[in-house]
């Protein structure tokens, strides 16, 4: 199958779960890396082509094949702009005729693509940003109303740039130091401005071809998501705990941060991700100091006040990581946000219950909204917890009044949002 026609089928079918699915089985290193540019690249300016391609065939309703036909030739003339129209074009009709249309539907994709490569060079960006960049409009006032025009701008055009693969070194691992020598051989590798035990590799590379990923030497995380469990302070003798811990990533941190021997349990609603969760750890080496129970953090099975250092890594509506996630951002809803910040409270009174006076409660997402990050600090009070002025100085960068945050596109970070909070009382 051409590597067109395999694009269009990806998408159709990436279109219809709602994530990108990327099949690279039998394709060259390059021809690999065009699919994946191609799909991610069409994903990301989903509304933008779709409004070029009505305003150009305003009196043809296309279907979902043509279209997706169209949207693939289009982004490649748009944004690609290596391959000639002419190829292009060729390209399509042939995806067409591979993917079964008869003859006259083939002519018709021609004189549409002709279409198309005729009016590429006219087509002005509509001036809504909801369109220009491919976000709903609810995103776009919820970043807007968060973060004000200038920043939720940024955040937008960040979502649309490629999204950075980090991988954070694995601590605890014996061969750590004989592993990164061997990625370095292979690789051009780049330590992170502000947490240096992430890196990131040139050429970019599937996580279990990194010499060492397999053997647990290192796992994937965005640096982003070390600031809740660095402002969490850990530490040795004391119960740990994790709320929404799958698939493990903040968990297993927790563990590299206070060693073999201290208690830490992870709490996840999902059987199937605490099972992830499970694999994701064994491959890190010994966990013979994590515990994972599958519970509602809503109704935690500790007593009163048991707590020494809990994390809620809450479930949220992930507008921080929209680059990572291309599709998922059609998928969401203004009343997404209002139900997860629902949950949100009942984790966070639930959480203040099991924590010990003088506790620590890190409560973070991965999002940007009013409603589900900062509305907690109000809350939180109603709740007998304050928040906690002391923490880590390496954190003060990411510092806003009584918070801490990171937004998309800043030194490749993922959005993350985090408060430190302590029961008094
Ligand atoms: C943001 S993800 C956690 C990411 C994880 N902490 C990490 O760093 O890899 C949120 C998690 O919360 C879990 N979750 C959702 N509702 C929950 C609930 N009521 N109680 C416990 N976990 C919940 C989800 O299954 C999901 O795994």
Redesign the pocket.
Known sequence: MRLRTRAVKLLEESIRKGEVILERDNLSHKDARLLENILIGVAKNLYLLDCYINSVLARNKLDTTTRNIARVALYQMLFLSRVPDYAIVSEGVESARELGFPESKCRFVNATLHRLTEAAGELQPPDELSIRFSHPKFVVKSLVEYLGEEQALKVIEADNKPHPTFFRINKLHKEKDRFIEKVKKNFAISFHRWFSEYFTVSPNVTPNLLPGFAEGAFTVQNPA?AIPVLLLEPKKGELTV??????????SLIAEIVGEDAEIIG????AD?LNITQKNLARLGPVKNISLIL????SLPFPDRSVERLLI????SSLGVLSKFPLARYRKTDEDIERLAQ?QEK?LLEGARVLKKDGVLVFST?TLTKRENTDKILLADRFGLSVDKSYPERLEHFRLKNFFQTLPGEDGFDGCFAVRFRKLV
């Open positions: 998501f994790e709320v929404g811990t799958a698939p493990g990533g903040k968990l709490i996840d609603i999902s991700k519970a509602d953090g809503a890594d809450a479930p949220c949950i984790l991965c």
